[in-house]
T-cell receptor, first 113, second 112 residues
């Protein structure tokens, strides 16, 4: 098992609501990347946080936002939830933005009704 | 545990046989490629990587082959075991980039 933890494990929301997902990075890792994995597909890069700043973003609308805290843990916030936001949300931590050596958490399964 | 994917291409292999999983990538500027294994209820787990200046790399029971001419990547698993049952993804990364682009995945089922 990696040292990356995510909470909650499962979540059910309704359309239009807002959600916050949390990720604790592996000890010593200062970079967190977030991915969305729809059922039957590979993960898609949402964004990366390095030293509390956004450091790259994928093709996701602004209602997907994030934060990284001084202890390098991170939050993913999604506003105005849509049905298509239903997915597994994965975070991965690494050192100095080196995604080659990133470790993934188990994910948070979000269902939007 | 939860299902990673219900409609993925599936490779059924007899325990002890070799498995070959294929992946076509799209970006000729990609510099680095990684294979991940994802078991039910877990995040992707790193298996092996290869840089674009190589065409083959071997690990423990796994070999990755890269053919840049046809933008093709393969993962070979020797003597497949029940614990190898999972969904396998290839991912590509541009040099000095931080955005991993994943392929669609292949489910491997190992028959005893």
């Amino acid at each position: 098992e990696t040292g990356v933890t995510q909470s909650p494990t499962h979540l059910i929301k309704t359309r239009g609501q807002q959600v916050t997902l949390r990720c604790s990075s592996q000890s010593g890792h200062n970079t967190v990347s977030w991915y969305q994995q729809a059922l039957g597909q590979g993960p898609q890069f949402i964004f990366q946080y390095y030293r509390e700043e956004e450091n790259g973003r994928g093709n996701f609308p602004p209602r997907f936002s994030g934060l990284q805290f001084p202890n390098y843990s991170s939050e993913l916030n999604v506003n105005a939830l849509e049905l298509d936001d239903s997915a597994l949300y994965l975070c991965a931590s690494s050192l100095a933005g080196l995604v080659e050596t990133q470790y993934f958490g188990p994910g948070t399964r979000l269902l939007v009704l | 545990g939860e299902s990673v994917g219900l409609h993925l291409p599936t490779l059924s292999v007899q325990e002890g046989d070799n498995s070959i999983i294929n992946c076509a990538y799209s970006n000729s500027a990609s510099d680095y490629f990684i294979w991940y294994k994802q078991e039910s209820g877990k995040g992707p787990q790193f298996i092996i990587d290869i840089r674009s200046n190589m065409d083959k790399r071997q690990g423990q029971r796994v070999t990755v082959l890269l053919n840049k001419t046809v933008k093709h990547l393969s993962l070979q698993i020797a003597a497949t075991q029940p614990g190898d049952s999972a969904v396998y993804f290839c991912a590509e990364l541009k040099a000095a980039g931080n955005k991993l682009t994943f392929g669609g995945g292949t489910r491997v089922l190992v028959k005893p």
